[in-house]
């Protein structure tokens, strides 16, 4: 026995009468899906719900799997600390998906969570199943901070878990949409928002993964969604297999979207190999991109590829144009892979000769250096592809009115802390957020006294 069905739920805790407190009218669609769901399940009979949470025990590189034997959670946050969940884990099944977690390669485990309460992206979901259906116990499993490939792996390991270990299983998808669709709304609009839920709704009434898998990182930074890789988990717990999905309910009356869809899996399909097929059109894009380098990305890639396999720095090339020879400059060098920041490391001034030495040494640091992120392997370098940004010299200015978040990247100086963010990023479109991430970058309050200055670029990519 395998996983028997997949529900995608939102959860937003005013859905629970004592939380809205009336404002839960406002979702009348979205309430009589959750209790048309509850009632599914309850026929399913499952032995074990998996819970797929965003807001449970986050870490960068790692998938946390509820430990223990048991957890609760109440709404005590918002306002409501009488109303309480229960759980029972199935700590077997937390074994199995770890052991077979570490066969793949992928970080998966019990260890290290730091607040046992269950979060509202289980609360929500299990206290509408709950009343209608009971005697399963649970798993739950957190979203990490790793690429979305990894997420749709840990579905196809949860799927092979369940039927090792013969388990009748119901997954959730604890997932929130957008949450940029009003002006009004608690975090405003963003003209990705309605796009990106557009995007999500055809998929879960179509069962197209491959398009899920598609959806690029911008755009989901550009809505501000939270549960993207629930979905992509849920999508990978039936890759190879047909599916029947259904669109049961939308709504976004508070400016985040909900969304409520069953998947009900079928035969097996290898032409719905999803991940294979995604693998290889990355593959193929970021060949065309090599092949399209100029010299700039050109010496970053062969840095990076010298040093990962063989070791060493790459020796400096012969034939290069001047200004890669004998000019001096700050340069940055970030790294993709599936379209997704995989490295990025510079400098503000120059630190060596030129700027093809400057090229050599950041691109390395971005491969191998950067520690948001593991080092770059030997089995990654063909996906990568390159960007350069080559630095004028720094100049004062006397405020933001001198800066532009297309043209001018910003430097943020306060005493001995210094944060730097490039101009004309994707999901930075004023001058405000540019300086607050460069804050951040640096560790600067927000109230603290800042000097500023700018740069432009020369970028490569």
């Given at each position: 026995m395998s996983i028997v069905r997949a529900y995608v739920l939102p959860h937003p805790p005013l859905a629970?009468?004592?939380?809205?407190?009336?404002?839960?009218k406002g979702i009348a669609g979205t309430m009589a899906a959750f209790d048309d769901v509850a009632c599914q399940i309850a026929e399913l009979a499952p032995e074990v719900i998996v819970y797929v949470t965003p807001h449970s025990v986050l870490y960068a590189d790692y998938f946390h799997i509820s430990p223990g034997l048991s957890a609760k959670g109440d709404f005590s946050r918002f306002g409501a600390p009488?109303?309480?969940?229960?759980?029972?884990?199935?700590?077997?099944?937390?074994?199995?998906?770890?052991?077979?977690?570490?066969?793949?390669?992928?970080?998966?485990?019990?260890?290290?969570?730091?607040?046992?309460?269950?979060?509202?992206?289980?609360?929500?979901?299990?206290?509408f199943i709950n009343r209608r259906c009971g005697g399963y116990k649970a798993l739950r499993i957190s979203q990490s901070g790793l690429d979305h490939t990894e997420h749709y792996r840990l579905g196809q390991v949860i799927s092979e878990a369940a039927e090792r270990l013969d388990r009748r299983t119901v997954l959730v998808a604890s997932a929130d949409?957008?949450?940029?669709?009003a002006h009004d709304g608690p975090y405003g609009f963003s003209p990705e928002g309605p796009v990106f839920d557009?995007?999500?709704?055809?998929?879960?009434?179509?069962?197209?993964f491959l398009s899920l898998l598609m959806i690029s990182e911008a755009l989901r930074e550009g809505a501000g969604e939270c549960g993207y890789n629930s979905l992509t988990i849920m999508?990978?717990?039936?890759?190879?297999?047909?599916?029947?999905?259904?669109?049961?309910?939308?709504?976004?009356?508070?400016?985040?979207?909900?969304?409520?869809?069953?998947?009900?899996?079928?035969?097996?399909?290898?032409?719905?190999?999803?991940?294979?097929?995604?693998?290889?059109?990355?593959?193929?894009?970021?060949?065309r991109k090599q092949e399209a380098e100029d010299e700039y990305r050109a010496l970053a890639r062969k840095?990076?590829?010298?040093?990962?396999?063989?070791?060493?720095?790459?020796?400096?090339p012969d034939r290069l144009p001047d200004e890669l020879r004998n000019r001096k400059a700050g340069v940055f060098v970030s790294l993709h892979k599936n379209g997704r920041l995989?490295?990025?490391?510079?400098?503000?001034?120059?630190?060596?000769?030129?700027?093809?030495?400057?090229i050599i040494q950041n691109a390395v640091s971005a491969g191998l250096s950067d520690n948001r992120f593991e080092p770059v392997s030997a089995a990654e370098l063909q996906y990568l592809t390159y960007k350069v940004d080559v630095l004028s010299a720094p100049e004062p200015i006397s405020g933001v009115h001198e800066l532009?978040?297309?043209?001018?990247?910003?430097?943020?100086?306060?005493?001995?802390?210094?944060?730097?963010?490039?101009?004309?990023?994707?999901?930075?479109?004023?001058?405000?957020?540019?300086?607050?991430?460069?804050?951040?970058?640096a560790g600067i309050s927000d109230n603290a006294k800042i000097e500023l200055e700018r740069f432009e670029v020369v970028r490569h990519e």
């Open positions: 629970i009468p004592d939380v809205g407190r009336g404002q839960e009488g109303v309480c969940v229960e759980a029972d884990y199935d700590s077997e099944f937390a074994a199995e998906v770890a052991r077979i977690a570490a066969q793949w390669g992928i970080p998966a485990g019990s260890l290290g969570e730091r607040d046992a309460g269950l979060d509202h992206g289980f609360t929500v979901p299990a206290w949409l957008s949450h940029k669709l557009g995007e999500i709704k055809k998929i879960l009434d179509s069962g197209d999508a990978g717990c039936f890759d190879k297999r047909t599916v029947k999905a259904r669109l049961i309910s939308y709504e976004c009356p508070f400016g985040v979207g909900y969304a409520v869809a069953s998947i009900e899996p079928g035969e097996a399909d290898s032409g719905r190999g999803f991940l294979d097929q995604f693998t290889r059109a990355s593959l193929d894009e970021a060949r840095s990076l590829e010298y040093t990962v396999e063989n070791g060493g720095e790459l020796p400096f995989r490295g990025c490391v510079g400098t503000i001034s120059p630190s060596t000769r030129c700027i093809a030495s400057e532009d978040v297309k043209r001018y990247g910003v430097i943020v100086t306060s005493g001995y802390k210094r944060g730097l963010l490039l101009p004309n990023l994707d999901g930075v479109d004023t001058v405000d957020e540019q300086i607050s991430i460069a804050r951040k970058k």
